[in-house]
């Protein structure tokens, strides 16, 4: 376990003021600097300035640890853990970099297409390794623990971040069928007919818990109207920031793409299957 000496905000959360934060480092690069830019104290004042240290209290995750590797750099890994740095102590996994979108032309959609400087976050893992899962509230597709339960803080933070870097775009690529769900809360599809499958398939089957339909997904079990097995494939989800990506998610042209998209679109599961294929998981 971290001693107290080396496991900043042990004993004060409140260690600088808002001004202060990212003032000092605002210009320096290095590998060693998050994002190459800010040290991890300032880092780690964010955190207690937008709530997470509170939080992380509240639920007893405490002491905080924390880790971050550059050697891929600009991609840089960024953990937080519970007291010891060990994937049994989880509970916070970035994959984060600055990057460079650039829209694919899409004729029907008319996006903007010029190039849109963005937060890209490669993975992303939010976990409680105190929490247990049980038959009310059972694992999803890639979880060893269940979720955090912090995801508006955690997005208040990046979003936070965004606009201190002076981001165009906040980049996701959603690994699993129901992390696209779940970041739907904040994102959209730059593919609006990819938001469209997304939300047919969630409508189509809105009797099911999430937790079925992503094992659904995962397992191979949903096919297509042809009679195909779907394959989900992540494509880029954005949180827009400025002002055109924003006008282009609430465009009318968009929205009918969607539209259609969700009309197209036709699934079903094969329950054989699924029941065979969930018994066989431990």
Known sequence: MEDSKNAPFLENESLIGEDEIFSALAERRGTTLFLGKYALNEVFAVLAKKGFIKEARKRNLWPLAFDMDSSAFPLQRFQ??????????????????????????????????????SLILEWLTLQNPRAEFSEKRGALPGQQYPGLGMSKKIMDIFVYLGKLTHKDAILAFPAFYHNAVLFSRYFHFFNPEKEGEVESIRRTFSHMPIKQLAWAVYLNCLRTASGEVYEWKAEEQVFPLAKDLREYFDSKNYREIVKQS?????????AEDFERKVGSID
């Open 262 to 270: 969700l009309k197209r679109y036709q699934f079903t599961i094969e």
């Open 80 to 117: 937080i853990f519970l007291g010891e740095k060990s994937p049994d102590y989880l509970i916070v996994d970035l994959k984060i970099r600055e990057g460079v979108f650039r829209p694919k032309e899409r004729p029907v959609a008319e996006p903007p297409l010029r190039e849109f400087k």
